[in-house]
Nanobody, 113 residues
Framework: VQLQASGGGLVQAGGTLRLSCVVS????????SAWYRQSPGKERELVAS???????TYAESVKGRFTISRDIGKNTVYLQMNNLKLEDTAVYYC????????WGKGTQVTVSS
């Protein structure tokens, strides 16, 4: 299983970004995928997850601003991030769990004032 994340970058506060993660080598729609993030000096935290049945969960800090979704045909999970805040600055990691845990390389998101 390989995860390839993309879409990070520099954006002003209030702006939007969409992260993408292509999951290869797994029956994508059956298992859970998620986005985590880690800021300097902080532990990695769960941002949003989507389970095999499509149920989604979000960290309280991003509810109403971020949306996780997936395109099963493209084996891709997305994180739409709206109204970005300075505190959203972090390295974002794609995650997939099919019994074993898999992580993609992080993609940097930097929100400037």
């Amino acid at each position: 299983v390989q995860l390839q994340a993309s879409g990070g970058g520099l954006v002003q506060a209030g702006g939007t970004l969409r992260l993408s993660c292509v999951v290869s080598g797994s029956t994508f729609s059956t298992y859970m995928s998620a986005w985590y993030r880690q800021s300097p000096g902080k532990e990695r935290e769960l941002v949003a997850s989507i389970r095999g049945g499509g149920m989604t969960t979000y960290a309280e800090s991003v509810k109403g601003r971020f949306t996780i979704s997936r395109d099963i045909g493209k084996n891709t999970v997305y994180l739409q991030m709206n109204n970005l805040k300075l505190e959203d600055t972090a390295v974002y990691y794609c995650y997939h769990n099919r019994g074993w845990q898999y992580w993609g390389k992080g993609t940097q998101v930097t929100v400037s004032s």
